[in-house]
């Protein structure tokens, strides 16, 4: 596979807009490699190098929800047999009356000259790179609330969509450390009398309230949300 197959990301704007420019960058890499058949079989390993990205994890995380959103299509999962094509379809979850409005997004300049545009591409660039980095710090911490959930979900899945959003709502209200240690005490009761079943950040944040009367009631010395 050529290292660059278009000069352009074609990026809805609906998509650009939604906030997530992982996402959205992602996206655009695909446009550039399924230009010229309409589908590319590019793993997650090389999309995350074509990002420059060093987490494959985050790749597959934003690429389930491009798929869930209807942007793309995967089929056959096999190493080697994977085929990414684009919807020809705006994703009806965003309950458009028009197509969307498409936004060019130069890939780079393949001859390395300069060009009326550099200066704004270069700023573009510069913001890429940091949403890019921040978005990689979130994944990490993501990961890390995850991970508390492991000893009872062995089989918890990393990419789900609603409760890795359970994690930035209790990273963001409460921070990472409390969140933490709160995800650790809910595995540390599972199996005790009266105990709410919490096995995934969604379930502990929609039981938030039984496990806080729970740790009241076992008048427990550790730290957790309060």
């Known amino acids: 596979m050529a290292q660059h197959e278009g000069f352009y990301y074609i990026i809805p704007a609906t998509l650009a ?35 420059g990205r060093k987490n494959v994890g985050i790749i597959s995380a934003n690429l389930t929800e491009l798929v869930e959103d209807k942007w793309i299509k995967i089929t056959g999962r096999e190493v080697g047999k994977r085929r990414i094509t684009l919807w020809k379809k705006p994703s009806p979850l965003k309950k458009q009356s028009t197509p969307p409005k498409i936004q060019s ?9 300069p060009s009326e545009n550099s200066e704004h591409s270069n700023i573009s660039n510069s913001t890429i790179s ?7 710090c979130e994944h990490q911490n993501i990961v890390k609330v995850f991970n508390t959930f ?7 899945n990393y990419g789900h969509r609603t409760n890795r959003k359970a994690c930035l709502d209790l990273i963001k209200k409460y921070g990472l450390e409390k ?41 427990s010395t550790k730290t957790i949300i309060i």
């Open 130 to 136: 940091k949403v890019l980095q921040a978005d990689a």
């Open 179 to 219: 969140t933490i240690a709160t995800c650790e005490y809910a595995m540390s009761i599972q199996g005790e009398r009266y105990a709410p079943l919490i096995t995934t950040p969604y379930q502990l944040i929609s039981k938030l309230g039984e496990l806080m009367i729970y740790y009241k009631k076992s008048n």
């Open 150 to 156: 492991k000893q009872i979900n062995p089989t918890i």
């Open 17 to 51: 807009e939604e906030g997530n420019l992982t996402k959205a960058i992602l996206y655009g890499v695909i446009t550039s490699l399924v230009n010229k058949t309409g589908y590319c079989y590019a793993s997650n390993l090389f999309l995350a190098q074509k990002m």
């Open 105 to 113: 997004v130069p890939s780079e300049n393949p001859k390395g000259k």
